[in-house]
């Protein structure tokens, strides 16, 4: 659910084959082997794919207050199907709430203790209303970490890793507000300057502080800058100093080791097919990053 016929500058039409984008891509290995670690994934685990969830035209046609609740239902019953079972849902979406705060709250909801959360983005998306709607029950684009916080008490700040945000996009008040209630903020600057690829995964672990489960989100516009998606991304120019494809597939498959309860992906860079196939490497890393963990 978002806009009506654009969206950040690029169709409609564009985002929402990103999914289907994805899939094709992952049509190109032959098979689950990794060579850089000598696993073969889907010898290791039952991998499956579950398909779209059933989002009605009309919510992605006429941006609702209630045809996004609609759709957020949706994702929503296809995330809880996949917890039920025992599975790691891993959503790849576009925009909020469908892609975050749909696959946030039944974890929450499910949670028996804390839930912690590692994100990476651009943006802090800590508005405090959907400047689309400006009805205060949708979990927006601008506003969907927030409302998560806001929402489940579960959710525990503290236990909060944000990674990625840089430049001057965010307001003062909204940063501090997070810091100061015990969130683990890493810059790409700090991440550059301070701690490396390596010693930014040993910072996960504050989210699995006395945790009970742990939601896991990749806003792609975390790159730009830097590796792929160089130049514009989302119909404006990157912002500059963001990850490489090397930190985030590392990211996730540090991810992987630790474990995790849902992930998902939002705001794909429409038509860029390099960063399709790289989110099939991001979700193949993290698989066997899990399958590691869990040994023979």
């Known amino acids: 659910a978002g806009a009506r016929g654009r969206y950040a500058g690029v169709d409609k039409t564009e985002w929402l084959a990103a ?3 994805v899939r094709q891509q992952s049509a190109r290995y032959p098979s689950g082997y990794i060579q850089e670690l000598d696993i073969d994934i889907f010898k290791k685990l039952r991998v499956v794919d579950m398909g779209d969830a059933d989002i009605a035209p009309e919510c992605n046609l006429d941006p609702t207050a209630e045809n996004i609740l609609k759709a957020q239902g949706a994702v929503e019953e296809l995330v809880n199907r996949a917890l039920e079972a025992g599975a790691i849902p891993i959503v790849v979406g576009q925009n909020s709430p469908c892609s975050s705060y ?3 709250k039944p974890i929450a909801e499910r949670s028996a203790g804390k839930v912690g959360m590692i994100s990476t983005d651009t943006h802090w998306d800590s508005r405090p209303l959907d400047y689309l709607t400006g009805d205060e029950r949708i979990a927006g684009s601008g506003n969907w970490k927030s409302k998560t916080f806001s ?5 525990s700040i503290p ?3 944000e990674i990625g945000e840089r430049g001057m996009l965010e307001e003062a008040a909204i940063v501090r507000n997070y810091t100061h209630q015990g969130a683990h903020f890493y810059p790409m600057w700090k991440v550059r300057t301070e701690l490396g690829i390596g010693g930014l995964c040993e910072e996960l672990r504050h989210a699995y502080d006395g945790t009970d489960d742990v939601y896991v989100h ?3 516009d975390i790159l730009g800058g830097a590796g ?3 130049g514009d991304i989302l119909g404006e120019l990157a912002e500059p100093m963001g990850m490489t494809d090397y930190e985030i597939i590392r990211l996730a498959h540090e991810i992987g080791k630790r474990g995790l309860t849902g992930m998902s992906f939002i705001c794909i860079p429409p038509g860029s097919m390099v960063t399709y196939r790289l989110i099939v490497y991001i979700i193949a890393f993290l698989i066997a990053g899990v399958a590691l963990s869990r040994g023979n």
């Open 159 to 161: 236990n909060l890793v």
């Open 218 to 220: 990749f806003d792609m």
């Open 151 to 155: 929402s489940f008490s579960n959710f």
């Open 19 to 21: 999914p289907q984008r």
């Open 102 to 104: 749909a696959i946030a």
């Open 228 to 230: 792929p998606a160089p």
